[in-house]
């Protein structure tokens, strides 16, 4: 028998400082849009579409390399106005925190206890990068923290689709290279 424990395990699992907000919701079907800032939903969608476009910009470098640099070049344009946005926001969340996290869910301090089983809206920003993501996730553990009035809260990604895993995946890679490149120089 598996518990969410195990299966979290099966996922590489970094130690991160990000830039987190988590509201209660009914369940993973909610949208998720409705519970952020507009700028916050532009930010993100920035970043879906840049994935979604990433296979077209490769065919695209295949028949045509001017076309694909100019492409580069206005991307590289679109990056550095979601990195001004990304601090605005950064702004908005308040400090970062520690987090462990991995594709399959993640770990958090909240001030505030929620029930294992119940539903958070996940807003997430992740530096250096930056990336934002808006995610459902399932409580599978709360309990009291150490530190007065805080709660360890873990939870499962069970309902990402495949474009918010693969710049989870993306993000958590960089991260581990950054980490061993951190390594090497000390």
Known sequence: MHTDHEDSRKFFRIQDQIHLECK???GPEVDLDSHQSSL???FTDMHMLDYESQHLLRQISERDRAVAQYLKIINKRIDLLSRALAMELSADFGAPQQVGLSE???DFT????YPANSWLALHI???PSPLGLALPARVTRCEASEAAGSFKI???F???NDAQ???LARHILQKQAQDIRAAKST
């Not at 909240?110 to 206890?113: F, G, L, T």
């Open 24 to 26: 209660p919701i009914a």
């Open 40 to 42: 916050f939903n532009l």
């Open 104 to 106: 399959g869910g993640m």
């Open 110 to 113: 909240s001030p505030q206890p």
């Open 125 to 127: 920003v992740l530096l």
């Open 154 to 156: 873990a939870v499962n």
């Open 158 to 160: 069970d309902v990402l």
């Open 165 to 167: 895993r693969q710049l």
